[in-house]
């Protein structure tokens, strides 16, 4: 199936692994550049060194607004435009909430609800010009079932789904689209702890009804639909992907 990306420019935040690298191997896969956005460069310029042609990277810090904002424009410079926003980069810091500083709390806030709306409304400029635009918001299914130990993550994936909903109510009439993803336990580097125990691991596995953590390869495809004109009507939506564990009775 043509998704019709060929030719399509996205930014892609948190992209130097884990879902991240996914979905901007699955997006240049269908024919889109993607300007691969992280904090750590040498990772991204393994990853730009797949394919230089349509991967431009950029070293950024997400709890710099200046930095986050200025994406839009990079991109836009350095492919001639700027079709789609893949918001991913979070961080999921666990600990009792009783116990968490207030500047942990402000960090987690920062980066993953703070750093989208930046580079949404920056982005926002573009599209609003041209009339088109998908900023797809990875958030999570702790934002849906908040989990204990992991509160400030909770609480700042379940404003990224409201934020969605809004936006995507807000910019409906203007031709763009703002959609989320909320991923469960996949098989990355954020969950070796899990992975590297065969006792947590199965503990975990008993809480997904697939009995399996997801593989990278089964997100990038979901992005790839969601950036596609094939999704135009699909607007402030939430797609689950987790092996059916929230909505485990």
């Avoid at 918001?137 to 994936?157: D, H, Q």
Wanted: negative net charge; aromatic residues 6%; hydrophobic residues 50%.
């Amino acid at each position: 199936m043509d998704l019709g990306l060929t030719g399509k420019v996205a930014i892609v935040t948190g992209a130097s692994r884990g879902l991240g690298r996914a979905a901007v191997e699955a997006l240049v896969a269908e024919g889109a550049s993607v300007l691969a956005a992280a904090r750590s460069t040498p990772a991204l310029e393994k990853l730009q060194a797949g394919d230089p042609e349509h991967i431009a990277v950029a070293t950024v810090d997400m709890r710099d607004a200046e930095e986050v904002a200025a994406l839009a424009d990079t991109a836009v410079e350095r492919f001639g435009r700027l079709d789609i926003v893949v918001n991913n980069a979070g961080i999921a810091p666990a600990g009792k909430f009783s116990e968490q500083s207030q500047a942990e709390w402000d960090e987690v806030f920062a980066v993953n609800v703070r750093a989208p709306a930046v580079l949404a409304r920056a982005a926002g400029r573009h599209f609003l010009a041209q009339r088109s635009g998908k900023v797809i918001n990875i958030a999570s299914t702790s934002g849906i079932n908040g989990k204990p130990i992991l509160v400030s993550y909770s609480a700042s994936k379940g404003a990224v789904l409201q934020f969605t909903k809004a936006l995507g109510a807000e910019w409906a009439r203007f031709g763009i689209q703002v959609n989320a993803i909320a991923p469960g336990a996949f098989s990355t580097d954020a969950q070796s702890a899990v992975l590297e125990s065969p006792e947590i691991l199965e503990r975990r596995l008993r809480k997904i009804p697939a009995g399996r953590m997801g593989d990278v390869a089964e997100f990038g495809p979901l992005v790839c639909y969601l950036a596609s004109p094939l999704s135009d009507f699909v607007n402030g939506s939430v797609l689950v992907i987790d092996g059916g564990e929230v909505t485990k009775l």
